[in-house]
């Protein structure tokens, strides 16, 4: 049988284009890892641009590696077989690099299940010199590391794009064994080496210290790209074998001026940057050779001030566009027309909240009017389906807020009704519900989630109160699930002991809970004190802890912050830090 374990990775590769095949002989080796499998993966634009960019290193040999499907996970426990790459078939435990990138919380399993499949122990301290060295980065390892701390030897805080070559040095030097290591790469900004720091508690379970031993920095300062058009990311291995195989995906932007005070994306990514309509559009010439839809990324893609710019370029050189969702205060004409010519027939926005009080409160503003008007200009432009994105269990949320998203879309469906009948086709309205769920270095640190018995109750409701209408359905995450993830999103060291658990009991969350004395819901149904030392305090985020506690009393208070202005100007430039938020190379709010 394992003979088709490699064929059928042989068969991936050889639908590829874009692949970097090179031989092992006298290079650092790199198995860079996707904890899920191909599809997703490979869908991941930030993960192929990790794999380029390390290829571009003459002494350099990077890999990939995926979860395998759970078919292919019997036969390789089966016959004993260690995973392997996809390239050159070679066991992950033979390279010199084990490389993760992670964007979700719920494939924190994942890596214990793809070591475990390498023949490679799973906890930090059972390894020894003769294993490879395991790194993880990616927005997980970037907001707290620490549920992983026992499997990962070295995280990057932070975006890799400008980082790798100094962290490339380092290894290149190495010849002081594996503590050495450690130290010296501990001293590239962005790299947290956890077993560097000593955690202690007090009787009550929260954390006293943070200490880091003689070596090793206070903190750990996040690392961001200033100039994002140095290093431009989009697909770099095209394949039909993804999500998103029929499209080139291309960057945008990244981060966002908003201020939503639940988004990680807004404070992980600060500051807002976006790429020049010059940029994106050469990247886009070259997508054009092999995909004819283009697929802009991005947490806030009609922030870009030159998306009509970059419009206009598509259209004229003969591509089509798809977009992940829309700013509804930020609607261009132009774009939504180009949307409608190249096909696109679902618009997906982000109330968020039903009521306009609690979208003040999570620092949204965006009046119940505002939202109906653009949906009918979506509509009248020719794109009739809606996806709607609601958060149930935000902090100060009452009945009346959760009565509010059923009128909303009602008011949403009956607004645009008439339009849609004009031009004979009657959209769908897909409403999307999500437990909220706290995330660190957000003015939401300190909430707790609500509990899974109300959280079902609330979307009971509006399932009961949309019952009926046509057109109109509704889908949403399990809050039981959710429960994990908030575990994982705010949890400390400790929360690695439930990790290894679960592992040994095939990824059974629920039985993990009751075999083990943690109590998870220390970590999810908890309230946090402002003076606390959180988990990822270590971490210099950018974002002033002050600042964020500041908002999180706004937020209780329901008064907005202002957006970051459009275009930041250097610090050095006008004398200052920034005045708002932290000590970005940006004066926000002067």
Known sequence: MSWQLYERMKGLISEETGAVKKSFGGKITFALCYPNTYQIGMSNIGFQKIYSLLNLHADILCERVFLPSQEDVIHFQKENIPLFSLESQTPVHDFDIVAFSVTF????????????????????????????????????????????????????IGEWDEAIAEIVEVLRENSEGREGLYKRLSVVEGVYVPSGYEITYNKSGVIEKILPQDGFPQKVKRRWVKDLNKTPTSSRIITSNTIFGDMY???????????????????????PRNYSAEVVLKDISEGLKYRKKIGLVGSAICDNPEI??????????????????????????????????????TATIAPEAGSERLRRVINKEMGDDEIIAAAQFIVSAGIPDFKLYFLIGLPTETDDDIEAIIVLSKRIKHSILKIARGKKHLGNITLSINPFIPKPSTPYQWERMGDVASLNLKIKKIKSGLRGVSNVHVI??????????????????????????????????????RETNINPEFYVYRERDYNEILPWDFIDSGVRKDYLVKEAKKSREGETTPSCPEKLVPFHEMGGECRRCGDFECVIGI
Request: proline residues 4%.
């Open 308 to 345: 009509d710019k970059i419009c206009e370029g598509i259209e004229r050189i003969g591509g089509i566009i798809s977009v992940s969702s829309l700013r509804l205060d930020k609607l261009s004409e132009r774009l939504i027309k180009f949307l409608s010519d190249s096909g696109h027939r």
């Open 249 to 271: 995906l291309i960057e945008v932007g990244r981060g966002c001026g908003k201020h939503c005070r639940f988004c990680l994306a807004g404070y992980s990514y600060r500051p």
């Open 105 to 156: 919380e719920s494939d924190y399993i994942n890596i214990l299940r793809m070591l475990s499949l390498s023949h490679i122990p799973i906890r930090s301290s059972d390894r020894n010199g003769r294993y490879p060295l395991i790194l993880m980065g990616g927005i997980c390892a970037t907001f707290n590391p620490e549920p992983l701390s026992d499997f990962i030897d070295v995280f990057f």
């Open 476 to 513: 949403h995450e399990l809050p039981k699930w959710s429960f994990v993830q908030t575990l994982l999103s705010l949890g400390d060291r400790r929360v690695g002991e439930l990790l290894f658990k679960c592992h040994q009991l095939n990824g059974d969350w629920f039985k993990t809970f």
